[in-house]
């Protein structure tokens, strides 16, 4: 069975643009979590979505939002980027319930110049 | 405020040895707790979990304990091989029901294992 798989794998804009980064969870899995990881950090929750419907949001500016899909697929869009959302973003998926386990894809290096 | 504390945020050991990374958490809510594995250009990988009502789990060489009153546990890597060279996270779950769930990582252990 295919992991989480996202893409782009890299990508470079320039400050002030849109970026748009997608996601599909493994199989049969419901819900999608996004998160940044800042070189030499550990991973930043910023969205998690369940059946579609935003359940959880972290400590992030409104420039970045997202959404899921029927298909249980997701989007991560950043608007007017600046320097320091450079960083790594990463896509996890999973059940729902008690015992989930969280499997994270290997992500979209995102460099803003 | 940083609700996962995880150290050494380094760490050398000889091929053989027996590396122990340790995480400290203060939210009495969280309610399941990964340890991932991360390899430079890659996304973190799960290697074990445990929840909070069991002390000990083995899985293979990776062994993670836990102590609920002192709030810490602590991922111990048997017979450690130089491919298992990587950056560890610790991390800790928070379910807030209807299917809400975030995780909170720990900043990270680099480990280096020498032949």
């Known amino acids: 069975d295919a992991g989480v798989t996202q893409s782009p794998t890299h990508l470079i804009k320039t400050r002030g643009q849109h970026v748009t980064l997608r996601c599909s969870p493994i199989?049969?899995?419901?819900?999608v979590s996004w998160y940044q990881q800042v070189l030499g950090q550990g991973p930043q929750f910023i969205f998690q979505?369940?059946?579609?419907?935003?359940?959880g949001r972290g400590n992030f500016p409104d420039r970045f939002s997202a959404r899921q899909f029927p298909n249980y697929s997701s989007e991560l869009n950043v608007n007017a980027l600046l320097l320091g959302d450079s960083a790594l973003y990463l896509c996890?998926?999973?059940?729902f319930g008690a015992g989930n386990t969280i499997y994270f894809g290997e992500g979209s290096w995102l460099t803003v110049v | 405020q940083q609700q996962v504390k995880q150290s050494p945020q380094s760490l050398i050991v000889q091929k053989g040895g027996i590396p122990i990374i340790n995480c400290a958490y203060e939210?009495?809510?969280?309610?399941?707790f990964p340890w991932y594995q991360q390899f430079p250009g890659k996304g973190p990988a799960l290697l074990i979990a445990?929840?909070?009502?069991?002390s000990e789990k083995k899985e293979g060489r990776f062994t993670i304990s836990f102590n609920k009153s002192a709030k810490q546990f602590s991922l111990h890597i048997m017979d450690s091989q130089p491919g298992d060279s990587a950056t560890y996270f610790c991390?800790?779950?928070?379910?807030?029901?209807?299917?809400?769930?975030?995780?909170?990582f720990g900043k990270g252990t680099k480990l280096s294992v020498i032949p």
């Open positions: 445990i929840r909070p009502d069991v």
């Open positions: 996890a998926s999973s059940h």
């Open positions: 991390a800790a779950r928070k379910s807030s029901g209807a299917g809400s769930y975030q995780l909170t």
């Open positions: 979505y369940y059946e579609k419907e935003e359940r």
């Open positions: 939210n009495t809510a969280f309610d399941y």
């Open positions: 199989s049969g899995h419901k819900s």
